[in-house]
């Protein structure tokens, strides 16, 4: 049976008609070989239109659609579903935007129709070697797996437990709650006391959806989304739980703190009562605030941005919780002198203001320093500064140092397991870091918490209540996946086995299979981008829709 | 002399920026040469030589290629393929004494309009100060 193309020219209202000849694009299409039908109609969107397109479809006996309008990012998807209903394969059709990159950008009317009917030829041209392609589904497992028993992970395992999802929580200390749950108070805004945390922690070890695996870490993670196998494995070194299968797996493994600073100049580790944040956090939690010798100390140096420069981002939460210690000193009696050593304040939640204001009515200095060396001085603690181009030094009994928030370790082993990225500042990177903060970049592994940069408390509960809701929209129950139709295709005959391909895929979607020495794609995985296509050597990969004969088709009528 | 001649280009552009791009100058009426022919691929790593040199060979006067700025690539990384893809082009174009500035790539993101307008315009200038490829004549399709 002869192709039979039906050619359709929307009119989008004036917005096509007013700048290229219709009639003329017609004239000239509707001699072209295979092409049974070429009509206009005024608005091909709209319902009316829609109809009737189908109708045309069905009437006309067409083997292939070809309509020229918008851009195909307006209304592809419109019209492969009218496809569908009209009993035509979707991907027989082909959109040409005659709209956006033609009608509305050459301001010769001749020219515009002249280049309408280039683009259009394009279309017929390459429309008749389109395959009628399938859309696959895939059976995909609801559960997921959550790395990372911290705050993040708790509140991402609760979450999705709640939707009666199995969650598989691994948590490699002994403990579940992370560096939240070992804090020795937190801000009114961040709730009111730790009682809050503890009681999030006991629901998670309580729920039957969730399996809590403490002491054990990942040990291997093969799959993609809807379908990852995961195996673990005791850091104690007993034997390894059982393995089993997730459909997406959230990254939460949280935050380390710097510690490769100079003790020369912070005094840690040289100097008795010179402590880190979280060592502070410690003595905070067992309500004893005391130097080495057990006396409370009668004035304290906070000591912010420890390490900002040398890893060259802000911590984000060390000003705050700066200013949580400060205010806790002044609550103890008597009330140590205290002094906030600060480069500059980052305070950009609408409650902190206050908590600033607050601490300056109570006394507590606030002194912009720069160069700051901690020196050891007849048992006391010297603070040596710069203000401006004035030196100055202040002595303390304690100092408490800020360090910047740094990767957990080991997260480039878990990245290079899952396949997925970290950034410059080794932290995992996100699909986005503005419009999908929560996503990595490969399909079906999502980041919540500290494990994609410096984050307070309630960002990284916000963060795994975003993740938990993207994993509930794509995992739905009882619902298969729709995995991308346009992949690449290998053809084993032209494959030579030089394995460039498996290099260049970002998603690790091409293994290579050694009893055949040939490349394979794994459909489930392969995102369409073509990258592969592009570096092949011999031309034995191929991207559906976007092949070279159907690309150069396109070429030809450019140069008609 | 150069004044009458019309070049014929080519463009390919990454489907998520610099076809959106294209768009967006036409949403924003922006006026363009009537020069340059658009192919639209999913990632300007999905373009190589054998793209480039199919449409020279078949008579381009140029061949544009663009993609998302670097760090943007919605496939994470396909943009470096491609501007490696090109440096190594560029070079065999010259060992080969044909015309290397007549092909370029460029960095268009899906907000911009103007840059894509201000990019094909210019293209197009140039290669029209530059006359006719000397491969026009040699291979009709």
């Not at chain 1, 030829?121 to 395959?131: D, M, Q």
């Not at chain 1, 008597?334 to 304040?345: G, I, K, M, T, W």
Request: proline share 5%; hydrophobic share 40%; with cysteine.
């Amino acid at each position: 049976m002869s192709a039979r193309i039906g050619v359709y020219v929307c009119e989008c209202g004036p917005n096509i008609p007013d700048r290229i000849d219709i009639d003329r694009v017609l004239e000239e299409i509707s001699p072209l070989k295979d092409v049974a039908v070429a009509k206009r109609y005024r608005l091909l969107c709209s319902n009316d239109g829609k109809k009737y397109l189908a109708d045309e479809i069905r009437s006309e006996k067409l083997t292939h659609l070809v309509v020229a309008a918008c851009s195909p990012r307006d209304h592809e998807k419109t019209f492969m579903k009218v496809c569908l209903e009209a009993g035509l394969n979707p991907f027989l059709f082909q959109m040409v935007n005659i709209r956006e990159q033609c009608a509305w950008i050459f301001s010769e009317k001749s020219e515009a129709t002249r280049m309408a009917v280039k683009y259009i030829r394009a279309g017929i041209s390459r429309v008749t070697l389109h395959e009628p392609l399938l859309q696959k589904e895939i059976k995909a497992t609801p559960d997921v797996l959550v790395v990372g028993g911290g705050i993040a992970g708790v509140e991402t395992a609760l979450s999705l437990a709640g939707q009666k999802r199995r969650v598989y929580l691994v948590e490699r200390s002994d403990a579940l709650g992370g560096t939240a749950a070992r804090l020795g108070r937190l801000l009114p805004h961040q709730g009111t006391d730790m009682r809050l945390i503890q009681e999030k922690i006991e629901h998670a070890e309580n729920n039957e959806n969730i399996s809590v695996f403490k002491g054990c870490e990942v040990e291997d993670i093969r799959g993609f989304l809807g379908n990852f196998e995961v195996s673990l494995k005791r850091s104690g070194g007993e034997p390894p739980p059982e393995m089993f299968r997730v459909g997406a797996v959230v990254v939460a493994t949280g935050f380390a703190l710097w510690d490769a600073f100079d003790p020369d100049v912070t005094g840690y580790g040289k100097i008795d009562d010179v402590v880190t944040s979280l060592e502070f956090e410690a003595m905070s939690a067992s309500g004893k605030i005391l130097k080495k010798n057990g006396s409370p100390p009668r004035s304290v140096a906070l000591i912010h941005c420890v390490g900002r420069k040398e890893k060259g981002y802000c911590s984000k939460v060390c000003c705050l919780y700066s200013l949580k210690f400060a205010h806790q000193l002044k609550d103890s009696q008597p009330a140590p002198d205290v002094f906030e050593f600060y480069s500059d304040l980052c305070l950009p939640e609408k409650t902190d203001q206050d908590v600033f204001e607050e601490a300056k009515k109570r006394g507590v200095r606030f002194l912009r320093a720069d160069d700051i060396r901690v020196e050891g001085r007849n048992g006391k603690i010297r603070i040596a500064y710069r203000d401006g181009s004035a030196e100055e030094a202040v002595e303390v009994e304690m100092a408490v140092l800020a360090p910047a928030m740094v990767p957990a370790p080991d997260s480039d082993r878990l990245a290079r397991m899952l396949n997925i990225p970290l950034d410059e500042t080794g932290f995992f990177k996100e699909a986005h870091s503005m419009l999908d903060p929560v996503s990595a970049p490969i399909s079906g592994i999502y980041i919540a918490g500290c494990a994609s940069g410096p984050k307070s408390i309630p960002e990284s509960v916000v963060q795994a209540q975003a993740a938990s809701g993207k994993i509930l929209s794509v995992l739905m129950l009882g619902k298969t996946l729709e995995p991308e139709v346009k992949v690449s295709t290998i053809k084993e005959e032209l494959c030579t086995g030089c394995q460039t391909c498996l290099n260049v895929c970002f998603y690790g979607a091409i293994s290579f299979d050694a009893f055949r020495g040939v490349s394979v794609v794994n459909e489930a995985i392969c995102r369409g981008c073509g990258s592969c296509v592009g570096s092949c050597p011999s031309g034995a990969i191929s991207s559906k829709q976007f092949t070279y004969q159907q690309l150069f088709k396109e070429v030809m009528e450019a140069l008609r | 002399m150069t004044q009458e001649f019309k070049p014929n280009l080519v463009g390919y552009l990454c489907n998520w920026c610099s076809y959106a791009g294209a768009d967006l100058a036409g949403a924003t009426k922006l006026e363009i040469k009537p020069t340059l022919s658009v192919v639209r691929v999913m990632c300007s790593s999905r373009v190589n030589s054998n793209l480039v040199l199919t449409a020279l060979a078949w008579g381009a006067d140029g061949v544009l290629i663009a993609g998302c700025h670097p760090g943007d690539c919605h496939y994470e990384q396909g943009n470096y393929y491609a501007r490696r893809r090109f440096a190594l082009l560029k070079k065999i174009l010259e060992s080969l004494d044909l015309e290397a500035d007549r092909i370029q790539l460029s960095w268009i993101s899906a907000a911009e309009g103007k840059r894509y307008a201000d990019i094909v315009n210019d293209f197009a200038e140039k290669i029209s100060r530059r006359g006719p490829s000397p491969l026009r004549n040699h291979s009709k399709i």
